[in-house]
């Protein structure tokens, strides 16, 4: 079983820029695809982020300031966050893709990890 760990988060002011980490456990089939999801308190947890190999894929949202990169040597996935508003300000959890699916649906992840929250607030 695929363990993920996020860190990264905290406080930010609007403007600002976070790194967020998420280090896998093994290199599995599993990791090879990886998504980045958000909950805020009282939504639906939604896409973020998904790196294939080194294709990235974004959701209208965060396109343009958000940037997923991966580092199979360390098993580690980022997000690079710049330009944060407040409406980012959520919980962020990573999480490794099925075999098969769409990658805009959590229902296409296996494992996740415990969430790292992010606040952009001045």
């Known amino acids: 079983q695929v363990q993920l760990v996020e860190s990264g988060g905290g406080l930010v002011q609007p403007g600002g820029s976070l790194r967020l980490s998420c280090a896998a456990s093994?290199?599995?089939?599993?990791?090879?695809?990886m998504g980045w999801f958000r909950q805020a308190p009282g939504k639906e947890r939604e896409f973020v982020a998904h790196?294939?190999?080194?294709?990235?894929y974004y959701a209208d949202s965060v396109k343009g300031r958000f940037t997923i990169s991966r580092d199979n040597a360390k098993n580690t996935v980022y997000l690079q966050m710049n330009s944060l508003k407040p409406e980012d300000t959520a919980v962020y959890y990573c999480?490794?893709?099925?075999?098969?699916?769409?990658?805009?649906?959590?229902?296409?992840?296996?494992?996740w990890g415990q969430g790292t929250q992010v606040t952009v607030s001045s």
């Open positions: 093994e290199r599995t089939l599993s990791t090879d695809a």
């Open positions: 790196i294939r190999w080194s294709a990235p």
């Open positions: 999480a490794s893709m099925k075999p098969y699916g769409d990658f805009r649906y959590a229902s296409a992840y296996d494992y």
